[in-house]
T-cell receptor, first 116, second 113 residues
């Protein structure tokens, strides 16, 4: 199994630019999570999808952030426009079958985003 | 709301010595508890989880943790540290009916030769 795949692994962009982060969950997993990790705030859940439907986006910081899951094997997290305070490591995780509390979340390697 | 507190942001141990990482939780309902490990430039990997079965949970790489309700603790231990244990460790909690994981701030472990 290839695990959760994220791309790109590193992204450096300038303030104001659009950034798109990509995630391919483990095949057969129907729950997908986007997290953000910073030194100041630690690991934060941004959004949770179940069966491609956003269930909880209360962690999305503001309207500049949006996430989609057009099918079971692909999700994107978009920031438009990006700001320096968005610099962080963004993780995607997936789990099965229903994303319940005892289901193990499998994390991808993360995308390190730097906004100049 | 549930939360976890990890005591000590950095722990340094000698190779072969006991590893003890502390985690205390607060939860209004019986919690599920997890320990994850993050190696440099990698994602998080589950070490072990407590789901209201046995209070002593054994995980991968020789780690184990004990759930103590009276102390609201879920400390992680390994009897003998190995150089490969150098990483950051996160304690996390979720409610029994909730998918949300709340993570602690993390503890970085360094292992001295």
């Amino acid at each position: 199994d290839a695990g959760v795949i994220q791309s790109p692994r590193h992204e450096v962009t300038e303030m104001g630019q659009e950034v798109t982060l990509r995630c391919k969950p483990i095949s057969g997993h129907n729950s997908l999570f986007w997290y953000r990790q910073t030194m100041m705030r630690g690991l934060e859940l941004l959004i949770y999808f179940n069966n491609n439907v956003p269930i909880d986006d209360s962690g999305m910081p503001e309207d500049r952030f949006s996430a989609k899951m057009p099918n079971a094997s692909f999700s994107t997290l978009k920031i438009q426009p990006s700001e320096p305070r968005d610099s962080a490591v963004y993780f995607c995780a997936s789990s099965q079958p229903a994303g319940g509390p005892t289901d193990t979340q499998y994390f991808g390697p993360g995308t390190r985003l730097t906004v100049l | 709301a549930q939360s976890v507190t990890q005591l000590g942001s950095h722990v340094s141990v000698s190779e072969g010595a006991l590893v003890l990482l502390r985690c205390n939780y607060s939860s209004s309902v019986p919690p599920y508890l997890f320990w994850y490990v993050q190696y440099p430039n990698q994602g998080l990997q589950l070490l072990l989880k407590y789901t209201s079965a046995a209070t002593l949970v054994k995980g991968i790489n020789g780690f184990e943790a004990e759930f103590k309700k009276s102390e609201t603790s879920f400390h992680l231990t390994k009897p003998s540290a190995h150089m490969s244990d150098a990483a950051e460790y996160f304690c996390a909690v979720s409610r029994t009916n909730d998918y949300k994981l709340s993570f602690g701030a993390g503890t970085t472990v360094t292992v001295r030769a």
